[in-house]
Every structure is written in C-alpha cells, then in structure tokens.
C-alpha cells in the first residue's frame, strides 16, 4: 500500500516532481505523521514542509485529522499573496458555480466577469481586476506564471462565494483566476460583486480579493531577468483553516 500525494509550486521544484509515492506503514495515520513521514523522506523540503497544509479530498485537513491511503491528498504551500499593507442566502447550485467561477488560460474579459453577477434589483457592483505589475522592490518582473490545484481551487472560489452571500444576504460573486504565463499589463485575477447596496458592494469585494488569498490553492512564479521565485502568502503567518473576520 502507498500514499499517493501531490505536490504544487516551489515544493515540487525542490522534491523534483508533481507527484510522490510513499509506502505506507500503516492503511491510515494522522496528517500530521503523514507530514512527519514525508520530511523524513524529503529532508530537502522539510522547511517547506513545516509551513504547508495537507489537503485530504480537496479539503484542508488539520493535524489530528486522520488520512488514509484511499483519499486524494496534496500538500499545500502558502497560496499565493500580495504586498503588505492596503490591498488594492443560499447554496449556489452545481451549475450555476461553474458559471460563477472559473479558471482560465486565456486572456479574461473583465466585462463578461461583471456580466455574470448583474441583478435588475441590484443598485451596485463593483469589478476588481489584479494585473501583472513590472516593478517590485526595485526587481523588475518579465511575466508571471500561476499553478493550480485546480479542482480545489474552484471549491474554495464557491465557499468564498457562499461565505459572502451568508455575510452580506442578496450579494452576488464571480471569480476568474488565470493559470499558465500572464504578461505584464494582463489581468491575473478579475471579481465581479453585485448587490443591493454599495456598502455592502464595497466591503464584499475586499473580502472577496483577500480570502482569495488565504485559501484558495493558487501559486505565483514571478519570473525576471534572471531568474525567479515562487510567491506565497506575505501577508503574515498563513492559516487557511482560520476563519476570516
């Protein structure tokens, strides 16, 4: 029996590979000796390790949470964040997600994003659109490139969609995220927010772009001149699991 585990961003860069196989010394254990397994396997990656979530069935999993060898499993690293400082109801059903969220390699159309959540008895929305910046600190950026766990990534854009539309009743959200090369100038991320009133519109929006951040399994290279580096999460110490306030 093996562990069959997927890996993402800079932790696959340091083992080597998308995928590792671990033979199992018992059919399930905690994921927290599942962690220890794999830095004793990996010592290479075990500073990465320390930092990153298991995500057991495209959930994250806590470390008393038991896994077994039947479970889809994926090691998370620090999604994806942003600078420091200022950033700049009911159950949506199966098909109507898939309308509201989405991932794409193609260039996004900002307008078809907002088209999406547009409501007759809305009198606000709001469109946030994060592009490709070319300087950073003085280093400057040729392109980025975004990785995916793509079928948890899309469950965690609808729980951000249903976490807003519980927070703030009649508001309406749609996410596109592109995955693959993004140049410089070209949107990476664009959300769209509809609601009743601007308030809520407004305060819906930030909340949207910053869980996006916590949770969602999405990662950057940031690619220059000479050389690059796989961004995470910099906005403080990250804990997916723990609740927005």
Request: net charge negative; charged share 20%.
């Amino acid at each position: 029996m093996e562990y069959r585990i997927q890996l993402f961003a800079g932790l696959a860069d340091t083992i080597g590979s998308p995928a590792v196989s671990l033979a199992a010394p018992a059919p399930s254990m905690t994921v927290a000796a599942l962690k220890e397994l794999l830095a004793a396997s990996f010592p290479q990656a075990a500073g990465q390790l320390q930092q990153a979530f298991i995500a057991v069935n495209q959930a994250y999993a806590a470390a008393a949470d038991v896994v077994t060898v039947h479970d889809e499993i994926a090691v998370i690293p620090p999604v994806s964040g942003g600078e420091p400082g200022p950033s700049e109801a009911e159950r949506p059903d199966p098909a109507e997600a898939r309308e509201l969220f989405g991932l794409t390699r193609q260039t996004i159309d900002p307008n078809e994003v907002l088209s999406r959540v547009l409501d007759p008895n809305h009198g606000a929305s709001l469109l946030f659109v994060g592009t490709t910046r070319e300087w950073t600190h003085g280093q400057r950026t040729v392109r980025l490139d975004y990785e995916a766990y793509e079928p948890m990534a899309l469950r965690t854009m609808r729980q951000i969609g249903e976490e807003i539309a519980a927070r703030w009743p009649g508001t309406r959200t749609a996410i596109t995220h592109r995955l693959g090369e993004v140049a410089i100038g070209e949107a990476s991320v664009v959300i769209a927010v509809s609601a009743p009133h601007r308030a809520d519109c407004y305060e819906a929006s930030r909340y949207a772009i910053e869980r996006l951040k916590q949770i969602v399994p999405i990662w950057k290279k940031e690619l220059w001149e000479d050389g690059y580096e796989w961004k995470g999460h910099q906005l403080g110490p990250w804990d997916p699991t723990r609740s927005q306030t």
